[in-house]
């Protein structure tokens, strides 16, 4: 038996090749988002991150996208134990009064539509289909915010609702940015708590819905990084001690796969070039080094900044 392949490698679609630095990214959905973000901006590019904080079902990442669309939506804000949050984002979104946090989400709000105006690929990963809806009016929270749960009702997202909530995504974004591209992908972290099997039929809908707006799309991608993790890292020594959320080695493996999808090869000597300016300002000097060392120091670091950014439009 030949082994030409310790691993069934996942075949990914390039959905651009872009060779210059001038394009801005946008994240937004679950806590791998967040992942992929950090990566971008390593790298030196022009990106952003959705302020509602980490964010799961599908329902719910429309709700802030059209926040940034129609800057007169209202989202409902309750107190409990003496902060304010809003249903409509993470439990890190939270203020000291009504007021403050009705004027951060406008802040939020203004900030993200000028965003999208920009922006020419927005990353959306999906987490759950599972989602939690108030008794007292029926609207999908993106999180329980540590409330009781006799207040909730759990439920599975039907195919055709994720899917019309992505097409509602879609031309709600081009109204606003006619020449954006949007990427879906599927988070590869599982929902244990649902339970094994509930995850699993979680996935699967995603997964379908994401295909078939990719595929009805045009401006419109996919980017498998479930199956990169489910299907070609299947091993967990690419996972966190919890043995669910991938490790910093399979977060680079899937960056390295997005890289190659997204950005074309002569892209990677720029790349190589800001990671070594990362380095030497994540370098920690000694603290018996001398003001003129630590000057000359900072110097070298912003003098290769300098040169590179004359080149390319490196976002430090």
Known sequence: MKHDSLFTPVPVSIIAQ????????GFIGSCFSN???????????NAWLS???TTYNPYSIEKQLLGGFDLNIKYNIFEANNRWYTWESAHSL?????????????EIKTRQHNWIKKTNFIFITLGSAWVYQLKSSGEIVANCHKQPTVLFEKR???IEEIQQSLSRIVSTLKELNPGIHLVFTVSPVRHIRDGMVENSRSK???LEACQWISAHQPSCAYFPSFEILMDEL?????????KIHPNSVAIEIIWDRLKSALFDTSMNIVFSEVLKIRQLEAHRISSDAS????????????????KLTKEHAIVW
């Open 291 to 306: 003001q003129q060392m630590i000057a000359e120091h900072i110097s070298r670091i912003d003098s290769q900044k300098s």
């Open 51 to 53: 302020e509602y904080g």
């Open 94 to 106: 939270s203020a000291s009064s009504k007021e403050s946090l009705d004027g951060l989400l406008k």
């Open 18 to 25: 872009l060779n210059r630095f001038d394009f801005t990214f």
């Open 35 to 45: 992942n992929v973000y950090q990566r971008f901006r390593q790298h030196g590019l």
């Open 204 to 206: 699967a809908r995603l």
């Open 156 to 158: 599975l997202l039907e």
């Open 234 to 242: 299947r091993d967990y020594r690419f996972y966190e001690a919890d």
